[in-house]
């Protein structure tokens, strides 16, 4: 079985993804704003971490890239959380093997 720890990371990483997506939306016509992204890094253990949070290389805004930033990142989350609860019922499976 997998550690949790690496679908916990890339659920916590998909968030902060999400999150600075979201925000880079919602202030397109704020003056002076600048969009984030947010740079990943792999853990030596596995799974994944936010290693920055920058200005994005691409001045202005970007609506698209946003857009399409949110919706790979919220496909992540889902994936790290299926694999996550799919780990849960492993090791539930195997507690009351155990058990029995």
């Known amino acids: 079985m997998m550690n949790v720890n690496t679908s916990l990371s890339g659920m916590y990483t998909a968030q902060a993804r999400l ?3 979201a925000n880079n939306i919602a202030n397109l016509s704020t ?3 600048t969009r984030k992204e947010v740079v ?3 853990l030596p253990e596995g799974g994944t971490k936010v290693a920055d949070i920058r200005n994005a ?3 202005g805004n970007n609506l698209e890239a946003d857009m399409v930033e949110q919706i790979k990142a919220r ?3 889902m994936t ?3 694999v996550f609860k799919s780990n849960n019922d492993m ?3 195997t507690i ?3 058990s029995a």
Do not use: E, K, R
Request: glycine letters at 8%.
């Open 96 to 98: 009351i093997d155990i």
């Open 40 to 42: 990943q890094a792999d």
């Open 31 to 33: 003056d002076g704003f």
């Open 57 to 59: 290389a691409q001045s």
């Open 19 to 21: 999150d600075v997506a």
């Open 91 to 93: 090791l539930m499976g």
């Open 75 to 77: 496909n992540t989350y």
């Open 80 to 82: 790290n959380l299926s």
